[in-house]
């Protein structure tokens, strides 16, 4: 369960020349986003992926309990979070014959100290294009008191003196969220996306919204479906 900091610093550092942020994806109404979230317990990880089109429709959640084998430390959580989300992934290709055009991470893309969080690391392991969404940031970005109340409000957030995303208000007078690209899609397009997912009077995306709820019950349930 001991982590190699060093090891997994080069690997990020690797990762990170691997991130294509050029492409601009474009989504037809009927391309499929997977939306994912993990709830833990002890070394169980309770993982739910929900699946909707870009125009809305809501096609499921699939659920898959995996354990974690990386213990958890600060910066590094893509190397045990990682491999349980890309398995959760490929259970539910497999379970529903669903096959994403994009995924979105509870977590960090681009917006990371290294440049490779979560989103970054199962994107490019995975070749999909992903975006990570999260609700605390990993980069220093003064941001309280800066950015405007209004919703669709940004701003920029950089690492190393490259673009690494944004800090995104969703809905009027609400704590903002962070948006960085992951793989295979620009920083704007990412913020793009997930503002058009938002709904008016909450902060989180509605498909996070559901994945969070099912994978806490699931991990209330003790993986029982």
Excluded at 77 to 96: H, K, M, S, W
Excluded at 190 to 215: G, K, S, T
Aim: aromatic share 8%; with cysteine.
């Amino acid at each position: 369960m001991g982590i190699n900091k060093e090891k997994y610093k080069q690997e990020q550092f690797r990762i990170r020349q691997l991130i294509d942020m050029t492409s601009s994806l474009s989504l037809s109404q009927k391309d499929i986003i997977f939306t994912l979230d993990i709830q833990y317990q002890d070394d169980l990880g309770y993982v739910a992926v929900d699946m909707q089109q870009y125009d809305g429709i809501h096609l499921g959640i699939h659920l898959s309990k995996q354990v974690a084998k990386v213990e958890y430390v600060p910066g590094y959580f893509a190397f045990r979070e990682g491999p349980l989300l890309e398995a959760a992934v490929q259970d539910a290709i497999i379970a529903t014959g669903y096959s994403p055009t994009l995924m979105i991470v509870d977590g960090h893309g681009t917006a990371h100290p290294r440049g490779c969080g979560v989103a970054s690391w199962l994107g490019v392991r995975m070749d999909i294009p992903t975006i990570g969404l999260a609700k605390e940031p990993l980069v220093k970005t003064p941001y309280k008191g800066m950015i405007e109340e209004k919703a669709g409000s940004t701003i920029p957030v950089a690492v190393d003196g490259i673009s690494a995303g944004y800090v995104l208000r969703t809905a009027d007078g609400i704590n903002p969220v962070f948006v960085s690209a992951g793989h295979r899609i620009t920083q704007d397009k990412a913020l793009e996306i997930v503002f058009a997912l938002r709904q008016n009077e909450y902060r989180i995306i509605e498909p996070m919204r559901r994945a969070d709820h099912a994978a806490r019950e699931f991990a209330k349930a003790g993986g029982l479906k």
